[in-house]
């Protein structure tokens, strides 16, 4: 109670006016300090609670003869009531308090989690953005989200969970509560409690968000509560309402960018389709790119750029006569300028769509080397974009395996042997040494995707011991320093 004047007066006047002894007691019968009232064991006593409830005590009134106590109890159950006035009062401003301050948490939350979730265009992405961020908020010990992420794609995306636990966690109830169409409070047969907050789109859900209190006492200590809270629900209801719209733009930008891949891939063919020998050469720069890119371990971000910006790599080539590409002999200089105009061409027909620079850069500089030799800037060593620098290796490792109207297509270890040949001074070290893994994941008789390129080799039977060679080729050959001087094997006209 913040006002307790009133309450010291209301005692002094049983005091002055009854002889009437009386303090303030809490709901367990324990005496509540206050200036000027002290216990006093007089004969008779008597209880009076505050209307309030037995929860907040009550005021005991102590005198000598029971009589006192029955003539002033009119008087004394007056001053109750006015006590439970500010009780009343109190309690109000300590909930209003409260509320304040979490709203002020909340809000706080909602806008650093709004800055956090800026320019982030995967459903994955913030999918773990949000468990991530909820998870400590609401003190879950574990959460998951399960959510169809484009077309008929179902995600699983699991914080602080083992993947080996996604099902039995499902069969100990989670899929029936999943059914739910609103936020609710639940728990599964292991007494583990739940959150389950419904995501939804204009048509209707499109997956779950959940959290859990688990009762295996490994995740907490014996002060814990091991369920969710009213205040716990209502916090992940507000951000529920935001999580939805959110994740509808992010699946909507989803489909624009499958159509606007799918036109980059459109594009792609009808530039190779103008060389029969080429035919299909853009795809498979993408899908080598890509299988390096994952190799050295890039992020999701840069291998979407690394996919688009391989698939355009020879944009620039529509505007070079077919006569130059399809020419079945080696290139005349002054054609060969012709064809070293391509990227420049490239660049000037993506500069009008306004793509990161980073797919720009990439598709523009891969035939750029190392040494400063390449094309078209001259660009040397970190000059040249990390992801230019993966097409450059995938670009030419199919060029060297893929049938050219001058010659045969080469295997995989001649082809390995002309790039290795180049490591430092034309290529990087580590895309060299991540395509030798690739292609031992690609080799014949292994489970491959549809797609995958079709390589032909030289002797399967001793095909690991050569790439284990060149492997510690790669590693033993020393770094020199780049030289803007010509190398010793052209692969510029592969």
Not at 142 to 167: C, P, Q, R, T, Y
Request: glycine share 6%; charged share 25%.
């Amino acid at each position: 109670m913040a006002e307790t004047l009133f309450v010291e007066e209301f005692f002094s006047s049983l005091k002055n006016a009854y002889e009437i002894s009386a303090w303030l007691e809490d709901d367990t019968g324990e005496y509540v300090p206050l200036e000027g009232t002290t216990v006093e064991n007089l004969p008779h006593t008597c209880f009076f609670p505050f209307e309030m409830g037995k929860d907040y005590g009550g005021i005991r009134c102590a005198a000598e003869h029971d009589e006192t106590l029955q003539r002033a109890k009119p008087y004394i159950l007056l001053g109750v009531k006015g006590i439970d006035h500010l009780l009343v009062h109190d309690i109000d401003l300590l909930q209003t308090s409260e509320e304040m301050l979490q709203l002020s948490g909340q809000m706080t939350f909602l806008l650093k989690f709004a800055q956090k979730a800026l320019g982030i265009n995967r459903i994955e992405a913030f999918c773990r953005l949000l468990l991530r961020e909820i998870a400590p908020s609401i003190n879950a010990d574990f959460g998951l989200v399960h959510m169809e992420s484009h077309g008929d794609k179902k995600i699983d995306i699991l914080h602080n969970v083992k993947e080996s636990e996604l099902a039995e966690l499902r069969a100990k109830g989670l899929d029936a509560i999943s059914s739910q169409s609103a936020t609710v409070i639940s728990s599964l047969e292991d007494e583990t409690s739940v959150l389950f907050c419904p995501i939804k789109d204009n048509n209707g859900p499109i997956g779950y968000l959940a959290f859990f209190k688990s009762a295996n006492k490994r995740f907490f200590s014996s002060e814990d509560k091991r369920f969710f809270s009213s205040y716990e629900k209502k916090f992940v209801m507000i951000i529920e309402h935001i999580i939805s719209p959110i994740v509808e733009g992010i699946r909507l930008y989803g489909s624009l960018q499958e159509l606007y891949l799918n036109t980059v891939r459109t594009l792609a063919a009808a530039i190779d389709a103008k060389d029969q020998y080429t035919h299909g050469h853009s795809s498979r720069v993408a899908w080598f790119s890509k299988a390096l890119g994952k190799q050295l371990g890039i992020s999701d971000t840069e291998l979407h750029d690394l996919d688009v910006a391989a698939y355009m790599h020879d944009l620039g080539k529509i505007g070079i006569s077919e006569s130059i590409l399809s020419k079945p002999g080696k290139l005349t200089t002054e054609e060969f300028v012709e064809i070293k105009k391509h990227p420049l061409l490239t660049h000037k027909i993506l500069e009008p769509i306004r793509l990161s620079p980073t797919i720009v850069d990439a598709a523009v500089q891969h035939h750029e080397r190392l040494n400063g030799t390449g094309y078209p800037f001259g660009l040397k060593g970190d000059q040249i974009s990390p992801l230019a620098r993966i097409i450059a290796v995938a670009d030419i490792f199919d060029a060297l395996t893929s049938k050219r109207p001058y010659r045969d297509c080469m295997t995989v270890e001649k082809a390995l042997g002309i790039i290795c040949d180049d490591i430092d001074s034309v290529f990087d070290r580590r895309v060299v040494q991540a395509l030798t893994n690739v292609i031992e994941d690609v080799e014949p008789n292994k489970d491959q995707q549809p797609d995958t390129p079709e390589l032909h080799y030289a002797d399967l039977n001793h095909l690991h011991r050569f790439l284990a060679d060149v492997s510690r080729r790669i590693h033993q050959t020393p770094d020199p320093c780049p030289q803007a001087e010509e190398t010793g094997t052209n692969v510029s006209n592969a």
